[in-house]
């Protein structure tokens, strides 16, 4: 079945740096490859997708590379900040529906 | 300001109830969708609606059912509460305009079956 899975259940970084949160996925045929934040105690927030016919997509300090070749996904964060603490769900969607991986916790050090 | 709501945030229940959920967007969104989110799982698929009186299966579906009778409302119903369905529960809807496939998530509902 599908399955979208991630390399690390934690991701520890110092405040300043860069974030690299890494992502593999097993269906090919999706539209859209993206990327969710969870904060504490709130509901999953939209950050940026990629079309499947794409390799890179930036946004406002973040960057989705997305590697068909090795079904690879990745979240670059530029400059991570305290408010980057959070849970990163990657995923895929075709019609609409999205599927899900589990998760990767960032712990943002001062 | 366009939003989404669930109600109850916590809901405390025995074993075999009936119990459900609500979700109520004012985005004027066609498609709306029911996730469970529990540790290891990450967010699970239920059930998702594309308009009214459309309804279709997710990949946990079983002890679940909803209805769309209006755009705004998509509640969940646990049919007989079982203690497995114990999990955070978000709602969510999205526009489905061409291009556009990001969700709107509610604050969550945390169930708790005893």
């Known amino acids: 079945g599908e399955s979208v899975g991630l390399h690390l259940p934690t991701l520890s970084v110092q405040e300043g740096d860069n974030s690299i949160i890494n992502c593999a996925y097993s269906n090919s045929a999706s539209d859209y490859f993206i990327w969710y934040k969870q904060e504490s105690g709130k509901g999953p927030q939209f950050i940026i997708d990629i079309r499947s016919n794409m390799d890179k997509r930036q946004g406002q300090r973040v960057t989705v590379l997305l590697n068909k070749t090795v079904k690879h996904l990745s979240l670059q964060i530029a400059a991570t900040q305290p408010g980057d603490s959070a849970v990163y769900f990657c995923g895929h969607t075709g019609g609409f529906k999205t599927i899900f991986g589990a998760g990767t916790r960032l712990f943002v050090k001062a | 300001d366009a939003e989404i709501t669930q109600s109850p945030r916590h809901k405390i229940t025995e074993t075999g109830r009936q119990v459900t959920l609500a979700c109520h967007q004012t985005w004027n969104h066609n498609n709306m969708f029911w996730y469970r989110q529990d540790l290891g799982h990450g967010l699970r698929l239920i059930h998702y609606s594309y308009g009214v009186q459309d309804t279709n299966k997710g990949e946990v579906s079983d002890g679940y059912s909803v209805s769309r009778s209006n755009t705004e409302d998509l509640p969940l119903t646990l049919e007989s509460a079982a203690s497995s369905q114990t999990s955070v529960y978000f709602c969510?809807?999205?526009?489905?305009?061409?291009?556009?496939?990001?969700?709107?998530f509610g604050p969550g509902t945390r169930l708790t079956v005893t």
């Open positions: 969510a809807s999205s526009g489905g305009l061409a291009g556009t496939y990001e969700q709107y």
